[in-house]
């Protein structure tokens, strides 16, 4: 096991410690799954940027890559449709899209190939943690009465009525669709050979 397949594998810890954080309650919980996410975002720019600079790419940190991202972030839209902050149908699409790319992906492995993530998958990733970040700094700021530039700051730019939620929600929305569109139709040859 590499060192970016182990930083990838600690993204999943870090994706437990989020889940049992945010299900306490109070300030202090929500600060421990924001921080828990934050890193476990990290990591998933770091284990890429490593891999490509030791030349340590491997045909497993290739599938578990995606994998790791996909659970941490779709388990922060679970978290954020439970307190109200995500329409339950962008969940449920988001997900639906991350079923549909892991068969792909499945087919591709018995068939001897494997699909790493696309510059779209990228993109869209980068939008879908925009949007969790911004919303759990929103649940984690929210109510403290401070006295502080910083925390005012973020207040205001995680205000559900501040353009920056809305609009890193609605990207990440378009390029669910699109990205998932994208992987299917390039992988369509794999797909529908009925050998």
Not at 138 to 145: A, D, G, R
Request: proline share 3%; glycine share 6%; with cysteine.
């Amino acid at each position: 096991m590499n060192l970016p397949n182990t930083i990838t594998l600690l993204r999943l810890v870090m994706t437990a410690i989020f889940c049992a954080a945010a299900s306490s309650e109070g300030v202090t919980g929500y600060a421990i799954a924001l921080a828990a996410f934050v890193l476990g975002a990290i990591s998933d720019w770091l284990d890429g940027y490593l891999a490509r600079k030791l030349n340590l790419v491997t045909s497993l940190g290739k599938l578990l890559d995606p994998l790791a991202d996909k659970i941490l972030v779709c388990s922060g839209f679970v978290y954020l449709s439970a307190e109200g902050l995500c329409p339950v149908w962008v969940t449920a699409l988001i997900i639906c899209r991350e079923f549909l790319v892991t068969g792909i992906r499945q087919i591709a492995v018995e068939k001897g190939q494997v699909i790493a993530a696309d510059r779209l998958g990228k993109w869209k990733t980068g939008f879908q943690l925009m949007f969790i970040i911004t919303a759990l700094v929103h649940l984690t700021f929210s109510t403290v009465e401070v006295d502080n530039g910083l925390v005012k700051l973020l207040q205001y730019l995680s205000n559900p009525e501040h353009w920056l939620i809305p609009i890193s929600l609605w990207a990440a929305v378009v390029l669910t669709v699109v990205s998932g569109v994208s992987y299917f139709w390039n992988a369509r040859h794999m797909i529908l050979d009925r050998d």
